[in-house]
C-alpha cells in the first residue's frame, strides 16, 4: 500500500488513540485537575474585599453547586515569595481553606498535610492577601488527597461507600501509573468525577476528562 500524507496522518491518529484508551475491563471514572485554590468564610471574605463583598461567579465546576469565582487573591508563607492569582472558589464555607500542591510548597516553605478537603485540624498556616486587608490563617491549608466523587447509585454500581479507599490505574500514552489509597466519597450531591491536583497530573500527562479505572488486581 502507498502510503501518502493522508493516510500517514490517519495511522498516527490511531495509534495516538490506542494509546491514550485505558485498558479493557472495568469502567471508566473522568478525572478533573485541581489548581491551587481558595474557599473563604464570610469573615474573611469581608476582610480582604469589604464589609458586604459578594463573590462573583463566572463558570459552573464539575460538582454541583460549585463555581469557580471572578475574585484571585496573593498567598504567602515563611519564604515571602508570594504566588498571586490564586482563584476562590465558591460558595462561602464556614472556615477558609487553601489548597495547594506540593510543588507549590516549596516555594511558600510551608509543609502542608495531605487532608480530605476541610480537615482542617493542625494543618499548616498561611497568609492570604487581598484587595482589602490580609488573613493569616493559623491552619488552613492542606494538599488535598486524591479522591473520587460519586453519586450512591455510582457507589452501588463500584461496590464501595463513602469513607473507602481504592487502588486506580491512570493510563496516559506509554505513561500507566497506579495511583493507592484513593478515597470516595459518596453524596447525592456528587456526580462522578476523580480530582487530582496539578502535580500528580502532569506527573503521568492527563488533562481534563482523562479517565482511570479501578485497579483490580
Known amino acids: ?44 471574605l469581608d476582610v480582604l474585599f469589604g464589609k458586604g463583598y459578594e463573590l462573583t461567579p463566572i463558570k459552573d465546576l464539575s460538582q454541583p453547586g460549585q ?17 498571586e ?9 464556614k472556615q477558609s481553606q487553601v489548597e495547594i500542591a506540593v510543588t507549590d510548597s516549596y516555594v511558600l516553605k510551608v509543609k502542608p498535610p495531605v487532608r480530605e478537603s476541610g480537615s482542617l485540624d493542625g494543618s499548616a498556616p498561611i497568609t492570604i492577601i487581598g484587595p482589602k486587608g490580609i488573613v493569616t490563617l493559623k491552619e488552613g491549608c492542606i494538599i ?5 466523587h460519586m453519586s450512591p447509585a455510582d457507589a452501588a454500581r463500584f461496590g464501595v461507600k463513602d469513607g473507602d479507599y481504592i487502588n486506580v490505574d491512570a493510563f496516559s500514552g506509554t505513561k500507566r501509573t497506579r495511583w493507592f489509597d484513593v478515597q470516595i466519597r459518596v453524596s447525592d450531591k456528587f456526580c462522578l468525577e476523580m480530582h487530582v491536583d496539578t502535580d500528580d497530573a502532569n506527573a503521568v500527562g492527563f488533562k481534563n476528562g482523562s479517565t482511570v479505572t479501578v485497579a483490580k488486581d
Open 1 to 44: 500500500m502507498e502510503l501518502n500524507a493522508q493516510s500517514i496522518e490517519a495511522i498516527v491518529k490511531k495509534v495516538i488513540s490506542e494509546m491514550d484508551a485505558p485498558a479493557a475491563g472495568g469502567d471508566t471514572i473522568p478525572v478533573g485537575i485541581s489548581n491551587r485554590h481558595i474557599h473563604l468564610s464570610r469573615e474573611d
Open 67 to 83: 463555581y469557580a469565582c471572578k475574585e484571585q487573591l496573593t498567598i504567602i508563607g515563611p519564604s515571602m515569595r508570594p504566588i
Open 85 to 93: 492569582g490564586v482563584r476562590v472558589l465558591g460558595p462561602l464555607r
Open 144 to 148: 488535598a488527597n486524591r479522591h473520587i
